[in-house]
């Protein structure tokens, strides 16, 4: 299976505690983008890479989030002192932009439930 | 106003019958547009990319309206399978901010 994979796909974690995401994109893809989801809702924007850079975040990721895509390739999702509002499905989308439109593929997700 | 905002529905339509939903958008420098289809708890897969000229593929049709800032799209022949939700995209001002609609549910009934 050669799509978007992220690790782990379920996240139990206790309030407080600081968990970190993986998201392995498309091999030959330059763009990745992190995404949160909750229920009844689309997708929120968090952040984007272009190979190793970041280059956009939103405001909705507060300093309790780091993001690294450190060589270009895989990219991580930290939450440090996590809260229940935390809780929510996190979506990583890799692209391969030759013009400024592209086609973003997601990853299944990581689920997070914060207890 | 949400960035983008769609009916949340649901749709509920009988086979073989045809369903339109619209996406209104409100930064008019928008570059480009797509539809995503989520199905329950698994991640969205593109549909289709929305372009200036309208675009068909097979039984779906997509829209843009930028005079009035909104894009849609059209399913005929609605199949069971086509239950889902559907979620309006828009990439603003050609950056790489993309922003979701909340999402269409569509339940297609034998």
């Known amino acids: ?115 | 106003r949400k960035e983008v905002e769609q009916d949340p529905g649901p749709f509920n339509v009988p086979e073989g019958a045809t369903v339109a939903f619209n996406c209104t958008y409100s930064n008019s420098a928008s570059q480009s547009f797509f539809w995503y289809r989520q199905d329950c708890r698994k991640e969205p897969k593109l549909l289709m990319s929305v372009y200036s000229s309208g675009n068909e593929d097979g039984r779906f049709t997509a829209q843009l309206n930028r005079a009035s800032q909104y894009i849609s799209l059209l399913i005929r022949d609605s199949k069971l399978s086509d239950s889902a939700t559907y979620l309006c995209v828009v990439n603003p001002s050609g950056g790489f901010k993309t922003i979701f609609g909340a999402g269409t549910r569509l339940f297609v009934k034998a």
């Open chain 1, 1 to 115: 299976d050669t799509g978007v994979s992220q690790d782990p796909r379920h996240k139990i974690t206790k309030r407080g505690q600081n968990v970190t995401f993986r998201c392995d994109p498309i091999s030959e893809h330059n763009r990745l983008y992190w995404y949160r989801q909750t229920l009844g809702q689309g997708p929120e924007f968090l952040t984007y890479f272009q190979n190793e850079a970041q280059l956009e975040k939103s405001r909705l990721l507060s300093d309790r989030f780091s993001a690294e895509r450190p060589k270009g390739s895989f990219s991580t999702l930290e939450i440090q002192r996590t809260e229940q509002g935390d809780s929510a499905m996190y979506l990583c989308a890799s692209s391969l932009a030759l013009w400024s439109t592209d086609t973003q593929y997601f990853g299944p997700g990581t689920r997070l439930t914060v207890l």
